[in-house]
């Protein structure tokens, strides 16, 4: 099952044998997981969920299911369960970073950006560094056409970081857009897509 995920081979095979994991199997969180995986790479979303979920309830000490179901249900557009899910962890965890920033994530897709820029700023309280939670606020800052000249010094600060990285580049395009600044706003978009992103929302 692992090489079969790692490969893109015999996924419906693999499938197969993961149907019925015994209860009493050693490693059955791990083929648990590893059974979501392979739905994931079939493209079937419905039943990675589902799988997960089954994941979750069986072991809920653990944290990493709880955010594994939480990004599933993000993928799938399913916001709402995924705030529900990672507000429900951070009663257990409450000052764990990846969990708030997934929550961030969830909020700001259902346009709350007022709770995702509060949860976002308290990351970077927690973890300074943390270059994923420097670029999603200076993106949701920018959404919110608020305090645009601190915006745009996450955005760069971010970039520093992380020079590769498109979406920081979108990020700053889009900082420069709603500051008026269409010159610089055009320059990185084009930088952007030349590093071949495939998100509509970016083209």
Known sequence: AMISYDTGENVAESLERLQDISPDARNRARMMY???????????????????????DEYPENKDHWAFLAELANV???????ENITREALEQWPEDISLMYSLSMSL????????????????????????????ALA???????????????????ALSR???NASILDTLAWVYYRMGSYDD??????????????????W
């Open 34 to 56: 590893l059974k979501a995986l392979l739905h994931i790479r079939a493209d079937d979303y419905p039943s990675a969920l589902e799988t997960a979920q089954a994941l979750r």
């Open 76 to 82: 799938t557009k399913n916001y709402k369960r995924a």
């Open 185 to 202: 706003a055009w320059k990185n978009i084009k930088l952007c897509v030349a590093k071949g992103v495939e998100d509509p929302v970016i």
């Open 108 to 135: 700001s897709s259902q346009k709350k950006n007022n709770q995702a820029i509060r949860l976002l700023e308290d990351v970077l309280l927690l973890d300074e560094s943390n270059n994923m939670a420097t670029n």
């Open 162 to 164: 992380d020079p590769e």
């Open 139 to 157: 993106y949701t800052l920018a959404e919110e056409k608020r305090d645009l000249p601190r915006a745009l010094s996450l955005a760069r600060k």
